[in-house]
């Protein structure tokens, strides 16, 4: 980057505060280790209940892991998709030289070291685009991250790792593959619609919910603008009141991001309806005593700055709702440097002007801990994020014996 470009959007304030790329620190200093605040945020938790409920497992497919990623994401003549892939893969420290695949995987294991016992982290396996007739549209994919591969990996780290399997519910054999998931210990079934091309309001789907339904196993199901991932392009399917449909046949849902991002129809009015942001869509069915027991949210990115508007605020401020969220860091976001504001958090309220510099020390060396800490730390108005949300384990998994 030319000095003089970088200088001159820093005195505009338009340089991202971390700067723009993860450093990839190593161990911890010492400092940090020794700061009483560090020990502060573990207090009235119980480790083996701190779960890390959405982590994505990322790879360029090198290292024996069955990954696949869309040739866009690998060719400079796509910008913005290959910035976006490199932007990644230097958040999770995997790219330079070795194999990506297993760098990935080493790293963030590193990053579990200064962790208690008990804390883990969940993989999220990603599956392919299916069109209505149960065919997978390859070329249509992002990318593709196998379940074999999450499940192997927690098999073969099950100290700190769980894994949640993708199965796209299009696919013919959808119902085998989710009890094959739930015998392999899966802990949730996770979905991107818009980018995997599943519409939650299809009784295409029914099949696919009972079944679910009779496990008792979560869907972890993105709602809200996402536009970390293109694929099938259906942004409408990230409608959140579309999983209304999962709810009336009994799912327990996890809704990724509290619904976060953008705007949609609100198709409980028609689909002509007015409309309406995601958040306030998604405020809706929270806010229906139907759905208190089936319904959830994770809280991962919501820190990030172009969601720590009204819907941080908001999670802070229901305390109600606090019993059905769980924490997630959406990993390797975290390592985005230009994702995050700590600076915005601080003018807005949210944070301590005096945690800045430990929390940013922390980003450098090691983003699972610094998105840990960061929401131990968000305040406003002396709320907090309640402890059980960070206990994400008690929601995940399979409630059928
Ligand atoms: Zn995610």
């Known amino acids: 980057m030319l000095r003089p470009l970088r200088n001159a959007l820093r005195r505009r304030g338009l340089w991202p505060e971390a700067g723009l790329t993860n450093p990839c620190l190593g161990e ?8 009483e605040r560090m020990q502060a945020i573990w207090e009235g938790l119980d480790p083996e209940y701190v779960w890390d409920s959405h982590a994505h497992l990322v790879g360029v497919g090198d290292g024996n892991s069955g990954i696949r ?18 932007f990644f893969l230097n958040a999770s420290c995997s790219n330079g030289k070795g194999c990506v695949d297993e760098r990935f995987v080493e790293r963030l294991l590193a990053l579990h070291d200064p962790m208690p016992r008990g804390y883990k982290t969940l993989l999220l396996a990603f599956d392919d685009c299916y069109d209505e007739h149960g065919r997978c549209n390859h070329h249509l994919s ?27 519910p299009y696919r013919e054999d959808c119902v085998e593959e989710l009890d094959k998931a739930v015998l392999h210990g899966a802990r949730a079934i996770k979905w991107l619609p818009p980018a995997q091309g599943m519409d939650p309001a299809s009784p295409r789907c029914d ?11 979560p869907l972890l199901s993105h709602a809200g603008g996402e536009r970390a991932v293109h694929g099938a392009n259906r942004p409408d399917y990230g409608n959140p009141l579309r999983l209304r449909r999962a709810l009336d046949r009994g799912v327990r849902v996890i809704v990724a991001h509290c619904a976060s991002l953008g705007s949609y129809t609100d198709i409980d009015r028609g689909i002509k309806g007015p409309t309406r942001s995601s958040f306030e869509l998604f405020t809706r069915l929270m806010d229906e005593p139907g759905y208190a027991r089936q319904l959830h949210a994770d809280i991962s990115a919501i820190t990030q700055m172009n969601r720590a508007g009204t819907p941080l605020r908001t999670v802070l401020e ?25 600076h915005k958090l601080a003018a807005d309220g949210l944070l301590n002007e ?9 980003r450098r060396h090691n983003p699972l801990l610094f998105d840990f800490a960061l929401k131990r730390h968000i305040n406003y108005q002396g709320r907090r994020l309640s402890n059980g949300i960070f206990e994400s384990r008690r929601l995940l998994g399979a409630t059928s014996p």
């Open 207 to 217: 099949r696919f919910y009972d079944a679910l339904a009779r496990h008792g196993l």
């Open 69 to 86: 990623v869309h040739r866009d994401l690998t060719n400079p003549l796509k910008p913005l998709s290959y910035l976006q892939q490199k």
């Open 354 to 362: 005096g945690d800045i510099p430990l929390l940013n020390m922390l």
């Open 142 to 168: 992002a990318f593709v991250t196998p379940n074999r591969y999450a499940g192997r990996l927690a098999a073969d780290y099950p100290q700190r790792l769980e894994w949640a399997a993708s199965i796209h």
């Open 318 to 342: 229901r305390d109600d709702w606090h019993p059905r969220l769980l924490n997630g860091t959406d990993y390797p976001l975290p390592g985005v440097m230009p994702l995050f504001s700590l």
């Open 28 to 35: 911890l200093p010492f400092e940090v280790l020794r700061d």
